[in-house]
């Protein structure tokens, strides 16, 4: 069985380049890999539809925090049975966010911290209730907030496709996000989290040689 391997941070941080280059990476140096990305717009109506909330649609359910954290958990669930074909089918499975971006994210909009009622039911919802697989190692992506907004600020303005939702432009949401990742990175949420700085380039071949020797959790 390969390794599940989780990229997270914040909106803008740089996390499908850096899935892509670590792909490409990790296929230079022998490794079979398979990637993910969530939610999956496109896929399944439950990622569909938090687009939509996220653009302004449904009414209300943009504001309900457990309303939009169980769709992408449900979004999630219907991806449990690729996701272990994924895993044992291939070296490493790069999932691009994962139960702990509902963990962030929902904590964050409440005002709260790792440590927290939210964070606990999105653990007892996707891991106990769901059975969704258990990553063997998170990656944290760290930008600054500020950095974070100026890349999906300039995405937006070259990608009529990528204009910012709501959460995206909640300039104090991705603060208490960045402080959230921070909290669950040091406690090893779920499994090991290794803090990879996103500020520059980041060295792609160097991370996937620390992911398939030992350096890595
Ligand atoms: N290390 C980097 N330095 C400068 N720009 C970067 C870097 N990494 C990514 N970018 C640029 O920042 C923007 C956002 O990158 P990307 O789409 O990879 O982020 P993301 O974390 O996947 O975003 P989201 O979660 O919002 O989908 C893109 O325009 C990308 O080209
Ligand atoms: C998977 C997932 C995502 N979110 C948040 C994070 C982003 O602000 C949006 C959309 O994700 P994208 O990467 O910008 O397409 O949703 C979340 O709150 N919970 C999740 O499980």
Redesign the pocket.
Known sequence: MGRLVVIEGL?GAG?RTLTDALTAALAEVGASVATL???R?GVSVHADL??EA?HGAHGDLGDSVYG??LL??L??RGAADEIRALRAGHDVLLL????A??A???AARLRQGADSEVVRWVRDLEIERFGLPVPDAHLLLRVAPEVAAARARGRAESDATRAR?A??SDDGLQARCAAVYDELAAANWLSPWHVVDGADRVDAAALAADLLGTRLP
Do not use: H, I, T, W
């Open positions: 909106d996390k990305a969530f939610p717009y938090v687009r996220l939009m954290g992408y958990a979004d999630r691009d966010r994962y139960v971006s509902n962030a994210y929902q939702d959460f995206e």
